[in-house]
């Protein structure tokens, strides 16, 4: 559920930055085979993906530690894991032999088809662990495209919109969810030269901009917990600049803290619920923030290895850290393992955010990370691993 959201607006190149330090914090361990890609990673380290097939086949994948899971096509040519919870249960979207596309769970080791929005082009982004799934449907005709929260039970619910005074047609994409039942994304309407996107939260049945760095496009692309959001926020500085921001305690703020007057590019892809951040930059490939500044994965794993740590996806309360990685020019989806595991203590929730937690139906798995999160604030006098 660490998302691990599909960037709308992909990095064409990469400069690595940044040099090796004393020891790698990571080793990458490949899950998935040549060109294949990641889109989540759960609490127990568990990512899913798609990888090709043949032609232009893709098919939908988990694994485990313990080698690649297909988790099939249903009936269809094709299928994409776009999520997974800390149940195991993962959310994807799957295309028949007619070009349809339709959205599957796959839970005990089957998958199931959970169908489309009447009437509607239907794509599935996220699942918490109570089993709610986001999703966006588009209408063919007009071009309008709506959110929705679809529950347990399979009910829709309708996220709404921001308002938006211009033209073009108005679109509302979801791309995660919280155990709070909390909802980031983007909305707003697709106008040209620059979209009208708008970063957003939806709690509670309103939808709520986020606010901007000054100006338009951003968007949100995961969140946790905490209501901690990431993503990617334009600049008025130029005409693409843009930079990864946290959105917290009401307050957007960039994390790239390179100068105004250099050209930045990059973009919050994971966050967990230690508020650390990964994503993607045009000076580091891929990168991580843990609350200082943005530092290259290349920079932390053996150089020896080759690999270029480009696009992060997702990163778990572990650290964990689900990606693509490129190597002697092909692709591969990739986890990064602490070498030392960070023994930092997660901030426990604040009241107002533990009421709500517990307001929804918890599952045993939601009890368990609350009371892990809980535990875990108890042990701040620990100290951090010295590097050698």
């Known amino acids: 559920m660490y998302l691990h959201h599909r960037l709308s607006l992909v990095l064409l190149s990469f400069t690595v930055a940044g040099s090796a330090w004393a020891y790698p914090e990571y080793r990458v361990t490949v899950v998935g085979p040549a060109n294949s890609w990641a889109y989540g990673i759960n609490n127990a380290g568990v990512v899913v993906g798609d990888y090709p097939v043949g032609g232009d086949r893709r098919r939908a994948f988990l694994n485990r530690g313990k080698g690649l899971v297909d988790l099939g096509a249903l009936k269809g040519v094709w299928s994409s894991a776009s999520g997974i919870n800390d149940r195991g249960e993962v959310v994807g979207n799957w295309r028949s032999a007619d070009g349809r596309q339709r959205g599957f769970i796959y839970a005990c080791g089957k998958a199931r088809d959970i169908g489309t929005i009447s009437g509607k082009v239907t794509g ?38 921001i308002p938006w005074d211009g033209s073009g047609a108005p679109e509302t994409v979801p791309a995660a969810i919280n155990n709070r039942n909390q909802i980031t994304g983007r909305s707003g309407r697709f106008t040209t030269p620059e979209p009208g996107y708008r970063a957003f939260v939806w709690k509670n049945g309103v939808i709520r901009d986020l606010g901007d760095l000054g100006s338009t496009p ?22 693409r600049d843009s930079v990864a921001f946290l959105y917290s305690h009401g307050r957007m703020v960039g994390i790239d803290d390179r100068p105004a007057t ?12 230690r508020g650390h951040v990964v994503g993607i930059s045009d000076h580091l490939s891929g990168f991580i923030w843990r ?37 002697n020019g092909v692709r591969y989806a990739v986890r990064l393992d602490l070498i030392r595991p960070h023994v930092d203590a997660a901030p426990a929730l604040d009241p107002e955010a533990r009421a709500e937690l517990l307001a929804f139906p918890a599952s045993p798995a939601l009890e368990a990370a609350l009371a892990k999160a809980e535990a875990q604030a108890q042990e701040r006098e620990v100290a951090r691993p010295v590097a050698q």
């Open 124 to 161: 599935y982004s996220d699942i918490n662990d109570a089993g709610y799934i986001t999703a966006s449907g588009r209408n063919p005709d007009t071009g309008e495209t709506l959110g929705y929260l679809r529950a347990p039970n399979g009910a829709f619910t309708h996220l709404g919109a």
């Open 218 to 239: 951003n968007m949100g692309l995961a969140i946790n917990d905490r209501g901690q959001i990431t993503g990617q926020a334009f600049l008025p500085a130029g005409p």
């Open 262 to 273: 250099e050209y930045r590019y990059s973009a919050g892809a994971g966050i967990n619920n």
């Open 291 to 327: 609350g200082k500044r943005m530092e290259s994965l290349n920079a932390l794993i053996d150089p020896a290895s080759g690999w270029d740590i480009s696009y992060p996806v997702a990163i778990n309360d572990a650290g964990q850290i689900a990606a693509v990685a490129g190597r």
